[in-house]
Each structure stands twice: as structure tokens, then as C-alpha cells.
């Protein structure tokens, strides 16, 4: 093992312990997810929402169109994704970006798979278990906090902006947007067929599979 390699191993060892202290700063609300901001493509996204139970990370069309990123930057993807209900939510390719995690002390950047669609969501982006696990990233609801750490072991701490949160629960109460989870399952034998997908600004063309019977 290079010296390098063990670097990064040992940083993964840090224990990332939540305390009453990151309590202080915290806005008591009822149930909110985890929000925040990171820094990608040369900006700076918000609206970004820290989700353990999406198998994927994603990041909607409505954030990647834009001028610092282009559709030809997209690989294909071949497979499905699913929403909490079970809906298909197809998928425009999937590209990697580095994507810089601070709290303004200690910061880490890694490439990071997303995969873009064009979905309705109150979010940009939704992070979900491969970036939370390859991070080694903690986060809870009940502190408002993500904790990981560095790649010389300081730990990183990245508060949830509940302003934000507030924003996208109302975004989500005014148009039913509800695009909390999503994941990744095989297709049955007789829905091999793919859905035509076309992604552009103006146009998006989506055709559902049939449902297996």
C-alpha cells in the first residue's frame, strides 16, 4: 500500500461524533431533511439535499442546464430509476464532477457520479448512499449536521440550511413535487424495452414502460 493510499485510509478512521454543542444552532422544526450546499462545476449549489435512502446520486436538469455544463458532457446510462412511488424517473445520462464538501476550516474534494434527469424537485441535487459511503460521511436530522472528514483527518462539519429547507417544503406544498427517494432496481424480461429520452430546454419527451402483469 502506497503512503499516499494509507493517508486516505487512516482519515476514514476518524470518529465523527455528534454533541450537544452542535445542537446550539439548530431551529427545533419538525422533521426536516438534511440541506446543504457544495461546490461543483465551478459554482457554488444549494439546495442540496443529503438523502440515505436514494441508491444514486442525482442531479435534476433544471441545474445542469446551465452554461458551465452541456448535454454533450453526458455518458448514456442503461439503466432505470424509480421514485418513492414507484414511478419511473428516466434518466438523461450521468456525468462525473468534482465536487468540493467545506465548512469554511477544512474542505475535501472527490469525483462524484450523478446522474441527471429532468424530474420535478424542490432540490438541485440529492446526494444518497455511494457519496455518503465513499465520504464516510454521517449525517443527522437531529442535529442538522453531515460530518466527514479531510483527507489529513480533520473532521468537516457542513450545517443544514433550514432556510432553505423552509423554502423547498413550501416549493413542494405548492406544486406536489415529491422527490424524496430514488433507487435502482432490474427490469422485468418483458419490459427490456428502453424509454425514449429527450433532453433539452424546451423539450422532454417520456414514455412509460408497461406495467408487469
Not at 449549489?45 to 436514494?54: A, E, F, I, K, M
Not at 433507487?183 to 423539450?203: G, M, S
Request: proline letters at 4%; charged letters at 25%.
Amino acid at each position: 500500500m502506497s503512503v499516499e493510499a494509507q493517508r486516505v485510509n487512516d482519515a476514514f478512521d476518524v470518529d465523527l461524533v455528534f454533541t450537544k454543542a452542535d445542537l446550539q444552532d439548530v431551529v427545533p422544526r419538525d422533521n426536516d431533511p438534511v440541506v446543504i450546499s457544495v461546490v461543483t462545476a465551478g459554482r457554488k449549489v444549494h439546495r442540496v439535499l443529503v438523502d440515505q435512502g436514494s441508491s444514486v446520486d442525482v442531479m435534476f436538469w433544471t441545474i445542469f442546464n446551465k452554461p458551465q455544463l452541456s448535454p454533450d458532457m453526458l455518458r448514456p446510462y442503461d439503466g432505470c430509476l424509480y421514485g418513492f412511488v414507484g414511478d419511473q424517473v428516466e434518466v438523461c445520462g450521468h456525468l462525473e464532477l468534482r465536487t468540493t464538501f467545506t465548512d469554511g476550516t477544512a474542505s475535501r474534494t472527490e469525483n462524484i457520479r450523478y446522474l441527471v434527469v429532468n424530474a420535478s424537485s424542490a432540490y438541485n441535487m440529492m446526494l444518497g448512499r455511494p457519496t455518503l459511503n465513499r465520504l464516510g460521511a454521517v449525517s443527522s436530522t437531529r442535529h442538522m449536521k453531515i460530518k466527514l472528514s479531510d483527507l489529513v483527518g480533520n473532521v468537516i462539519t457542513i450545517k443544514s440550511d433550514q432556510k432553505e429547507v423552509k423554502r423547498c417544503y413550501e416549493n413542494i406544498l405548492k406544486t406536489k413535487r415529491w422527490v424524496f427517494m430514488v433507487t435502482t432496481r432490474p427490469l422485468y424480461i418483458e419490459e427490456v424495452a428502453q424509454p425514449e429520452v429527450n433532453c433539452t430546454e424546451n423539450a422532454w419527451t417520456k414514455q412509460r414502460l408497461p406495467a408487469k402483469r
